[in-house]
């Protein structure tokens, strides 16, 4: 027995500087619940208040729901005053470009000089290919003098490189429609040549002697928003 209690002696030695640095035996330790899931603490909380605590947050929520309750008229005005006001500058921003965009393709005209008229009914009037060509020389030279204009007042993106216009095979002796094209850039991509510019529908009328032209904006193949489009006038067709 004396052996077995010198054998337990260190042991129990062990314990008792164990406990006196803070170790707990099992079974004695304190238990704290583990924290509930996010959601959950709110009612948590609210179970670990005193009853007054519960009664003021529960004041405090009734105030809440009843301070909504109130605004939510006034909520509801400012939003439908609110879609009003953008539905209003929308519209105001929509009636801008439409008349923008009028004002881009309204007809430009110009004048055959009676020498030049009196040449083209020489030469069979405007079914004949030389009198065709040479009221496309009168065109090309009165576009690029309007495109110059509107670049210069910033309506459009220069510069102007070059402007042709090409007569339709059917005529008339008498009257004549072109297509136009006012080249403002060109780069190389590989062997391909890229060109971009405006597009013109122009017509000429020789009992009148008149040139009428028309900027052409086409829709976009596929278009990402609203596009606005104006008919070009039968004055250039």
Known sequence: MRGRAGRLRPILKTLMEERKHGWTPPGQAERYDPLPAFLALPARGFR?????GRRIVVALVLAGVAAIAVAWPYVQRDRRAGERERAAIAAEHRAARLRALIEDQRPRRDLLAPPI??????????????????????????????????????????????????PVAVRSRMGANYNCFALSGR???????????????????????????????PRPLHPTSYVLSVPISPECR
């Open 48 to 52: 670990k208040l005193s009853p007054r």
């Open 117 to 166: 008229r009196r040449r083209i009914d020489a030469l069979g009037g405007l079914e004949a290919p030389a009198a065709a060509t040479l009221v496309a020389t009168r065109l090309e030279a009165a576009i690029a003098h309007d495109v110059r204009a509107r670049i210069a007042a910033g309506k459009l993106d220069g510069p102007l490189l070059k402007t042709s216009c090409d």
């Open 187 to 217: 780069s190389k991509s590989g062997e391909r040549t890229l060109e971009w510019g405006y597009r013109f529908s122009a017509r000429a009328q020789l009992p009148a002697g008149t040139l009428a032209w028309c900027k052409e904006n």
